[in-house]
């Protein structure tokens, strides 16, 4: 039977894992529901799983030839958000909700395990299917220090997101760096507290805070070229009691996003800079400051030899050249935890559909997708692994 048959037999079982996952969403490090899900499906499919990082799931494929190992990677994690979508599936835990697409990334995945597993004569190496957990607070770290990586030793790995901002139809495959490096920063901002009435007794650290807030941005406009992307975002401040009181302090966090090497050593240095203004603000202000980054992400950089294999499956997937498209987005993702260290690439399907309403932007509580896409990234994650065992047949003869 050809691949996209098979798919296309699936599909309902494809929708039904999808809306599954969506109607029972978990935060990170708490999806025991959905790791025993993911568990029984690829045990019923003669995988052996093992745990990782609490909640992940971890299964190999071994091909009949022996060869290189080639990674396949998920996300399993919901959003702390209430959901608004008027659907059959929507989130029956309140206040939690798959706003992000990972409940479409693991069904997807499941079927391209099912796909596979009958399909070993074509693989020459092994397939290591990974769902990871707490994909939305650098949760891939704690799977690389517990070995992910090893065990089989792998070579190469590929991810895909799905991608509301993209219409559906398309997918973005793009060598290079391809989404941003992030860091979150909680700042404490502190004066010395009194009565509104007479200010001049007092150190006012919202002053402070909404001078900090505007002068950082010339951070991003002024001292970092403009063909660097950068961006400074603050998005909670917190501080003071009632109207007439001046508050002792005042807090504020947000995040510093940049698509290329940041950290110390490098040019632009974004994080180093903020610290300085900010310190320097708060200087000029009488205030003191306490700030705590945490370095959450590196850019995602997509290996050009990987992107060819993405590329090579796209055109059998996807009917018209114009569906392959470039796409680049300083949001972050801790797929690169995995790419910074093995070839690797990751790729945007697009589920974006105005007549559906699934082209409200991530993160949003009306996200939704266009379910119609899911055999396509299906199709993605099978006929790249595929290319790629086959990729390194042709190499090998050369």
Request: with cysteine.
């Amino acid at each position: 039977m050809q691949i996209h048959e098979e798919i296309e037999q699936c599909r309902d079982e494809l929708i039904s894992l999808r809306r599954d996952f969506h109607q029972h969403p978990e935060l990170g490090f708490e999806e025991h529901r959905t790791a025993k899900i993911v568990e029984t499906y690829l045990q019923a499919l003669g995988l052996e799983t093992e745990r990782m990082a609490t909640t992940g799931v971890v299964a190999v494929l071994e091909g009949e030839l022996p060869g290189p190992t080639l990674m396949l990677r998920t996300d399993m994690d919901g959003l702390p958000i209430q959901e608004e979508n008027d659907i059959p599936y929507a989130s029956e835990n309140p206040g939690v909700m798959h706003a992000c697409g990972h409940d479409a990334h693991m069904a997807m995945l499941l079927m391209a395990a099912r796909i596979l597993v009958n399909r070993r004569e074509d693989i020459r190496g092994s397939i290591k299917f990974v769902f990871q957990p707490n994909e939305e607070i650098a949760g891939a770290i704690y799977m690389v220090e517990e070995g992910v990586l090893e065990k089989p030793k792998v070579d190469a790995v590929l991810g895909i997101h799905v991608w509301t901002s993209l219409e559906s139809g398309k997918i973005g495959i793009t060598a290079g760096a391809v989404m941003g490096g992030l860091d979150v920063f909680k700042l404490t901002i502190f004066g010395r507290g009194g009565h509104t009435g007479l200010p001049e007794k007092a150190i006012d650290p919202i002053l402070a805070a909404a001078n900090l807030i505007q002068t950082t941005q010339m951070i991003q406009t002024r001292e970092i070229s403009n063909l660097k992307s950068t961006l400074i975002m603050f998005g909670k401040i917190a501080g003071g009691t009632k109207s007439n009181i001046i508050p002792d302090s005042v807090e504020l966090e947000g995040s510093i996003r940049f698509i290329y090497k940041g950290g110390p050593d490098s040019v632009e240095q974004p994080t180093e800079r903020f610290i300085r203004i900010a310190e320097q603000v708060c200087a000029t202000h009488r205030c003191t400051c306490e700030i705590n980054i945490e370095h959450e992400n590196t850019p995602l950089i997509n290996d050009p030899a990987m992107v060819e294999v993405a590329k090579s499956a796209a055109r059998e997937v996807f009917t018209e050249e114009s569906s392959l498209v470039d796409n680049i987005s300083i949001a972050s993702e801790d797929f690169s935890e995995f790419s910074e260290r093995v070839p690797g690439v990751f790729m945007f399907l697009g589920a974006g559909n105005h007549l559906k309403e699934t082209d409200f932007p991530h993160h949003n509580p009306r996200f939704n997708i266009d379910e119609d896409v899911l055999t396509n990234g299906v199709a993605m994650y099978v006929r790249a692994a595929l290319h790629y065992f086959n990729r390194g047949r042709e190499e090998k003869r050369r």
